[in-house]
């Protein structure tokens, strides 16, 4: 009995180990990168230091000094970046992510 019991113990958790370890596999393959670049409107000048984040997210980052921005690990849907800079006005990009890298070209207007 005891031995059919520790058997039946055994299948369960390598049933159990193997659905984690491939429910795993399965969330880090469904993230893609979002890039893009971030200038100017007028003078398409690339724009160092613009806050950019994704609404109804912790995630944020900011433009290099080429004015480009990375997010790592992003699931496909549907999002909406909000980016800040000081005087210039809040841009707003709804865009679609796909299971594809995403690059996204933003241009802000000045507010003066």
Known sequence: MKKLIACLLS?????????KEKEAGTNNSATVALTGIVYD??????LAGVEVTIEGTDMKTYT???GQFTFK?????EYKLITNYISYKKGIEVLKVDNAE??????LTNSN
């Open 11 to 19: 299948v369960l958790l390598a049933g159990a180990l193997y659905a």
């Open 64 to 66: 290099d000094f080429d």
């Open 73 to 77: 690990n992003i699931k496909p849907g």
């Open 102 to 107: 995403k690059e996204v070209k933003i241009k």
């Open 41 to 46: 409107f007028s003078s398409e000048e690339l």
